[in-house]
């Protein structure tokens, strides 16, 4: 589904490059285009193999669409249509003021989430520190609602929260329609649930112009934060599709944390590194170009699937009763 959005997004994490020059044309801005996805783009192996990508042959399908009486719009759509078939969330092209983006990372799969039913089991009487509402429900489970990365959380705040949840007998983390932001605010609020310096994944560079031109896998740490409160009883978080980007590498390092589940829908995905380049006409090109791993050493570019599978009932859902929380609840509330 090809959808247009006035450009309000800002890249996060960029480094930019100079390409060789191309035509200020159609076919120039094609060419370039094709180009800098061909040398700098992370995933075509991956990609090869997990649906038969072939980035050879995708030029030349697209290359037949091209011509020099094409409007930018159409320019745009035909561009927009073979970095589609990438399948990735993170290739954005901006122009005149637009982004063309691939959503069916979320948009084939059912939402699992309810705004209305989360509010509802906020009430009014909730608390918020560092932009997370929380409250503690009824059977002393703490609930928290986490719906952006997109600014780092204030350490005392974080600190604030935790005490006051500290006497429930453990909490929910709900990152449902979170797409991310930050990495180091995702990283932040992550190291509150280990005591220790740990392994949750490993990383790559791209070090050539080659599909395969990659540095050796570098270790990722997520370091305790020593010096603030730390959770020490369960935690349980929540996730559908739509966790995408800093959320889903949030879901990877957590889950590497003692004492925490993942229960709901696998994660939309989207775990390399953003890049950014721009086409001779000036419209920019945002991909993926540094792929991410988790500790073993499996690509969560697809997602993350949860430890528990559990949807949200329509039928429930109709009933103000959210199947996914009240499953995290009981898994709480098990002795």
């Known amino acids: 589904m090809r959808k247009l959005l006035l450009l309000t997004i800002i890249p996060l994490f960029i480094s930019c490059i100079n390409e060789e020059t191309f035509d200020d044309t159609p076919m120039g801005n094609f060419q370039a285009l094709w180009t800098i996805m061909d040398e700098h783009y992370c995933f ?3 990609k090869a193999k997990a649906y038969g990508l072939d980035w050879d042959s995708i030029y030349t399908v ?12 159409q320019l745009a759509e035909v561009l927009g249509n073979m970095l589609d078939e990438l399948r990735d969330g993170h290739v954005n092209l901006y122009y005149s003021g637009n982004l063309m983006r691939y959503w069916n990372w979320y948009e084939d799969y059912e939402s699992n989430f309810s705004s209305d039913l989360q509010n509802d089991y906020l009430g009014t009487d909730y608390k918020i520190g560092s932009g997370l509402k929380n409250k503690i429900l009824d059977d002393n489970v703490g609930y928290l609602a986490c719906n952006t990365f997109e600014s780092d959380f204030g350490n005392s705040n974080l600190n ?14 709900d990152i449902r ?7 180091t605010a995702a990283q932040t609020l992550a190291s ?3 005591n220790n310096k740990i392994k949750v994944g490993y990383i ?3 070090t050539g112009k080659g599909h395969n031109d990659f540095s050796d896998l570098e270790t990722q740490y997520l370091e305790s934060a020593d010096n603030s409160l730390r ?4 935690v349980v978080v929540l996730t559908n599709r739509k966790v995408f980007s800093a959320a889903n590498e949030f879901v990877k390092e957590i889950r590497c944390c003692p004492n925490s589940t993942i229960v709901g829908d696998s994660t939309g995905g989207g775990s390399g590194l953003p890049f950014c380049s721009e086409l001779p006409n000036g ?6 170009a540094c792929p991410i791993y988790d500790t073993n050493k499996n690509n969560t570019e697809f997602g993350i699937a949860p430890d528990y599978q559990v949807s949200l009932n329509e039928y429930n859902r109709l009933q103000g009763f959210d199947t996914i929380i009240e499953y995290a609840r009981e898994l709480i509330n098990k002795e």
Request: aromatic residues 18%.
């Open 62 to 73: 697209y290359y037949a669409q091209i011509n020099d009486d094409m409007t930018n719009d």
């Open 231 to 234: 959770w020490q009883k369960k």
């Open 192 to 194: 509150r649930f280990t």
């Open 44 to 46: 075509f192996d991956y």
């Open 177 to 183: 329609d979170n797409t991310g932001g930050l990495l």
């Open 160 to 173: 604030a929260m935790l005490k006051y949840l500290s006497l429930c007998n453990g909490i929910i983390i």
């Open 204 to 206: 790559q560079h791209k």
């Open 283 to 288: 419209w920019n090109i945002r991909f993926s």
